[in-house]
């Protein structure tokens, strides 16, 4: 689904996020504010990208369940990525696959850095 630069504003409505069949969704360059819903039910889903827009809050924790999500874009929107594992190098990420990322936040680090 390509929503990409149409000026919306406002939440995401959840039924967006509620499509199991969805493939890919780009809501990227718009003026989109406030939290994401959970994601867990678009098992479909293999690229996301949420960048320059207004979010707020984390990622909902249940986008790690997305199997089959390959890319997730969100650079320039204000969302945060959920806390890692006592290593902040994941928070700096703004593209990124998403095997990587649930790699790198989930690694905690044996020096406690």
Same mark, same amino acid.
């Not at 360059?29 to 690229?47: C, D, F, I, V, Y």
């Not at 999500?69 to 959920?82: M, T, V």
């Not at 994941?90 to 696959?97: E, H, T």
């Given at each position: 689904?390509? !929503?990409?630069? +149409?000026?919306? =504003? @406002?939440?995401? &409505?959840?039924?967006?996020f509620?499509l199991?069949? /969805?493939v890919?969704?780009?809501l990227?360059?718009?003026?989109?504010s406030?939290?994401l819903?959970?994601?867990?039910a678009m098992?479909?889903l293999q690229?996301?990208? !949420?960048?320059? +827009?207004?979010f =707020? @809050?984390?990622? &909902?924790?249940?986008?790690?369940?997305?199997?089959? /999500?390959i890319?997730?874009l969100?650079?320039?929107s204000r969302?945060?990525?959920?806390p890692?594992?006592?290593?902040?190098?994941c928070?700096d990420a703004?593209?990124g696959k998403v095997?990587e990322?649930?790699?790198?936040?989930?690694?905690?680090?044996k020096d406690?850095l």
């Amino acid at each position: 689904m390509v !929503l990409y630069g +149409n000026e919306l =504003t @406002g939440a995401v &409505p959840e039924s967006l996020f509620q499509l199991p069949l /969805l493939v890919e969704l780009w809501l990227n360059h718009n003026k989109l504010s406030g939290e994401l819903p959970a994601m867990g039910a678009m098992k479909s889903l293999q690229r996301i990208d !949420l960048s320059n +827009n207004q979010f =707020t @809050g984390e990622l &909902p924790p249940d986008f790690r369940d997305l199997a089959q /999500l390959i890319d997730f874009l969100f650079a320039n929107s204000r969302l945060l990525l959920p806390p890692p594992s006592n290593n902040d190098q994941c928070c700096d990420a703004g593209r990124g696959k998403v095997e990587e990322f649930i790699a790198l936040c989930d690694s905690s680090p044996k020096d406690g850095l």
